[in-house]
C-alpha cells in the first residue's frame, strides 16, 4: 500500500496541470515599436474624427459659464470675434469673444505651432485607453491627432489681419483651470467676416 501510494505520488509530481505563458504582447516592446500613431490617425481621420466634430453640439454658451459646470474633455463648435491673436510663444493662441460681445476673452483657439493637451483624443467617444497595448500608444495617438491639426486645418490658416474678425470652429475643449478660460483645439476654422 505504501509503495503504490509512492508511485502515485511520484507519478502526480512529474506531471504539470498547468501550462506557464507570458502575456501576450504586454509591454512587448517590439509591439510597441511597430505601432504606427501617425497612420493609425489618418485610417479614422475623415470617416470618425471629422464627422463626430461636425456633429458637437454648440456649446457658445457653456463656454462662457462658471468652469466648475465643466467636466472632462468635450467636442464643441461655436463661433466669435477675434479680439487678440497671442504668438508670443510656439503655443499660439486666438482669444475669442461670443455673443454678446464684451470685448472680454470667453476661449481660445489653440493656433499652434505646438497643440498642448490631449483634448482632442479624449473628447472623440470612439478612442479609449483599453484599445492600445500600452500608455506609450495612447499617448501617440494624442501626439499624432494634434499634428494633424496642425498639417491639415491650422498650417495653412491666414493669420493676417485676424483682429476684429469673425471665426467659426469646431473641435475640442477640456476643462480649464480655476483661473483660466477654455483652449480649443479646432478641427474646422475658417474666418466668417473679415474686420470691418
Same mark, same amino acid.
Given at each position: 500500500?505504501?509503495?503504490?501510494?509512492?508511485?502515485?505520488?511520484?507519478?502526480?509530481?512529474?506531471?504539470?496541470?498547468?501550462?506557464?505563458?507570458?502575456?501576450?504582447?504586454?509591454?512587448?516592446?517590439?509591439?510597441?515599436?511597430?505601432?504606427?500613431?501617425?497612420?493609425?490617425?489618418?485610417?479614422?481621420?475623415?470617416?470618425?474624427?471629422?464627422?463626430?466634430?461636425?456633429?458637437?453640439?454648440?456649446?457658445?454658451?457653456?463656454?462662457?459659464?462658471?468652469?466648475?459646470?465643466?467636466?472632462?474633455?468635450?467636442?464643441?463648435?461655436?463661433?466669435?470675434?477675434?479680439?487678440?491673436?497671442? =504668438? /508670443?510663444? !510656439?503655443?499660439? +493662441?486666438?482669444? #475669442?469673444? %461670443?455673443?454678446?460681445?464684451?470685448?472680454?476673452?470667453?476661449? &481660445?483657439?489653440?493656433?499652434?505651432?505646438?497643440?498642448?493637451? =490631449? /483634448?482632442? !483624443?479624449?473628447? +472623440?467617444?470612439? #478612442?479609449? %485607453?483599453?484599445?492600445?497595448?500600452?500608455?506609450?500608444?495612447? &499617448?501617440?495617438?494624442?501626439?499624432?491627432?494634434?499634428?494633424?491639426?496642425?498639417?491639415?486645418?491650422?498650417?495653412?490658416?491666414?493669420?493676417?489681419?485676424?483682429?476684429?474678425?469673425?471665426?467659426?470652429? &469646431?473641435?475640442?475643449?477640456?476643462?480649464?483651470?480655476?483661473?483660466?478660460?477654455?483652449?480649443?483645439?479646432?478641427?474646422?476654422?475658417?474666418?466668417?467676416?473679415?474686420?470691418?
Amino acid at each position: 500500500m505504501r509503495r503504490a501510494w509512492l508511485a502515485a505520488s511520484l507519478l502526480l509530481s512529474s506531471c504539470v496541470p498547468w501550462t506557464v505563458r507570458p502575456i501576450e504582447k504586454q509591454g512587448d516592446p517590439t509591439a510597441d515599436r511597430a505601432f504606427d500613431a501617425n497612420a493609425f490617425v489618418d485610417t479614422i481621420w475623415q470617416s470618425k474624427v471629422l464627422p463626430a466634430v461636425a456633429a458637437a453640439p454648440d456649446q457658445a454658451a457653456l463656454l462662457r459659464a462658471p468652469r466648475t459646470e465643466l467636466s472632462g474633455a468635450f467636442l464643441v463648435r461655436g463661433s466669435g470675434r477675434v479680439l487678440r491673436l497671442d =504668438t /508670443a510663444s !510656439r503655443a499660439g +493662441l486666438l482669444l #475669442l469673444d %461670443f455673443e454678446p460681445y464684451d470685448g472680454r476673452p470667453d476661449a &481660445a483657439i489653440q493656433i499652434g505651432p505646438v497643440l498642448r493637451g =490631449t /483634448a482632442l !483624443r479624449d473628447a +472623440l467617444p470612439f #478612442l479609449q %485607453f483599453s484599445q492600445f497595448v500600452n500608455q506609450l500608444q495612447f &499617448a501617440r495617438v494624442g501626439n499624432a491627432l494634434n499634428d494633424h491639426v496642425w498639417t491639415t486645418v491650422l498650417a495653412s490658416f491666414p493669420r493676417e489681419r485676424l483682429v476684429g474678425s469673425i471665426v467659426a470652429f &469646431a473641435g475640442a475643449a477640456s476643462r480649464p483651470a480655476a483661473d483660466g478660460i477654455v483652449d480649443i483645439v479646432p478641427v474646422q476654422l475658417t474666418v466668417t467676416r473679415p474686420p470691418q
